[in-house]
């Protein structure tokens, strides 16, 4: 493995096409990352390609949020849990009417988020459709049917978190 630091950010290069980049937050010393391409692996048409500028976490969150409300997602949430766990920064969560309009919102945010070469670290519950999660290791996004968010209710089971606004 080889590591280096770019603009306060360590990058960890496997000997994969994959690498993790961790970002230390300098506040408690905890190390956050995603899972992303090494720039061999990037295609020249991606967005990071032709951008080499880091999304803040903020831009990773109006991404999730703006491919959710592309497919007419419902009562899109962002809960940050960053004073809570140590393992999760952020959660959205949203609904959708039907499993198929789960699925349709979960390739949504997966492929907005490749343009950028973030990829997700699991998938669960795709197959089913009516609860779908999306782990980004620091985030996590939960794709509901609306009986089965009002089931699990995980903004009241979560409430300790702050609801994040974005512009």
């Known amino acids: ?7 306060g950010v360590r990058i960890v290069y496997p000997a994969r096409k994959y690498c993790r980049i961790m970002v230390t937050t300098v506040a408690t010393g ?13 295609k020249k048409g991606s967005r990071r390609a032709a951008n080499d500028d ?13 491919a959710i409300e592309d497919k007419k997602g419902e009562d899109p949430v962002v809960l940050d849990l960053t004073d809570q766990l140590d393992y999760i920064d952020h959660m959205v969560i949203c609904t959708g009417h039907t499993e198929l309009h789960t699925r349709a ?3 949504a945010v997966s492929n907005s988020l490749a343009g950028y070469d ?16 999306l782990d980004y290791d620091v985030l996590v996004v939960h794709i509901f049917t609306p009986a089965v968010r009002e089931f699990y209710r995980l903004e009241e089971l979560w409430a300790s978190g702050q609801v994040v606004e974005l512009n």
């Open 1 to 7: 493995m080889i590591y280096s630091l770019y603009k």
């Open 30 to 42: 905890r190390c956050r990352g995603f899972m992303v391409k090494t720039r061999d692996a990037v």
């Open 54 to 66: 880091d999304l803040s976490m903020e831009d990773v969150l109006k991404l999730v949020v703006t």
């Open 105 to 107: 919102i979960a390739d």
């Open 118 to 133: 973030i990829i997700s670290a699991g998938l669960n519950g795709y197959r089913h459709g009516d609860w779908i999660l």
